[in-house]
């Protein structure tokens, strides 16, 4: 039987690991570009030679610059919260 307080770890603990990879992944790029075309019309994505040429022509996209502090605080509050997800208290059985 899974008890209440294992499924909160590992939530915990998902939610920290998640946090530490975007953090890591903040570190390594300069920019992130989100192009909105793409998933609002696959078909015509299809159709226009791939997903990024079609990408390209839209014009709707957003550019996500993440400042200096912002990856370090990720890998804060991911730190934070796996530590969290460890030192919750394990019922015994």
């Given amino acids: 039987m899974i008890r209440p307080s ?3 770890r590992a939530f915990f ?3 920290g690991i998640v946090l530490i990879i975007f953090g890591i992944e903040c570190l390594a790029i300069d920019n992130a ?10 078909a015509a ?4 030679g791939g997903w990024f040429q079609s990408a390209q022509q839209s014009g709707s996209e957003r550019v996500f610059k993440p400042t200096e ?8 509050m991911g730190s934070i919260v796996l530590l969290y997800s460890v ?3 394990q019922n015994p059985s």
């Fill in 87 to 89: 030192s919750l208290q």
């Fill in 33 to 42: 570009v989100f192009v909105a075309g793409v998933i609002d019309d696959p």
């Fill in 6 to 8: 294992t499924m909160w």
């Fill in 45 to 48: 994505a299809q159709g226009g």
């Fill in 69 to 76: 502090w912002f990856p370090w605080s990720l890998l804060a």
């Fill in 13 to 15: 603990c998902a939610i």
